[in-house]
């Protein structure tokens, strides 16, 4: 039987099919998605592991910390540009202060919360609050670990994509 005698044959179906067509295109795109969507939801987020994985403010950030935690000193050194400028309560700190001062901290465990992140061309600024849980050695004290703040401490950083990767150009902490 040709093509044409089908069609004259179920000529009656073409109002149904007609009608029922767009909505099953419809219901057919609205079955794909929804049984597509948890596929995004099964993988957790894989947490970087050199800053040249990380894929914006949060995961700079997380992944600096998680350096300092672990004293990984040639990663946080490297990511501190040569003109880097910091400013803490103890004052302003230029590039080897700042390692220093990060040198003095054993941390066990920190949490970064209210981040935000604006992206401007190649600099991202991260404004966050982070609460550090461990200690800090300090020469005033004989060398002695005395416990960090327990309070939460506002921080702002300022990355900049560079041909080596993101470094850090300035930093700004102060306790709430």
């Known amino acids: 039987m040709s093509a044409v005698a089908l069609a004259a044959r179920f000529r009656f179906l073409q109002p149904l099919f007609s009608r029922l067509l767009p909505n099953w295109k419809s219901a057919f795109i609205l079955g794909l998605s929804l049984i597509s969507l948890p596929a995004c939801t099964i993988y957790p987020d894989k947490p970087a592991r050199a800053f040249e994985e990380a894929t914006g403010g949060e995961g700079l950030e997380k992944l600096f910390w998680k350096n300092v935690q672990a004293a990984n000193w040639v990663a946080v050194d490297r990511s501190l540009a040569s003109n880097y400028?910091?400013?803490?309560?103890?004052?302003?700190?230029?590039?080897?202060?700042?390692?220093?001062q990060y040198k003095t901290l054993q941390l066990k465990d920190f949490s970064v919360g209210d981040l935000q992140t604006e992206l401007n061309g190649p600099?991202?600024?991260?404004?966050?609050?982070i609460t550090l849980n461990g200690t800090r050695s300090s020469s005033s004290t004989g060398g002695a670990a005395q416990a960090l703040p327990s309070s939460p401490q506002r921080m702002m950083t300022v990355w900049q994509q560079q041909k080596k990767g993101w470094i850090v150009i300035a930093h700004s902490s102060s306790a709430p």
């Open 123 to 129: 600099t991202i600024v991260v404004t966050y609050m």
């Open 85 to 100: 400028a910091g400013v803490s309560t103890v004052g302003r700190l230029d590039r080897a202060a700042a390692l220093e």
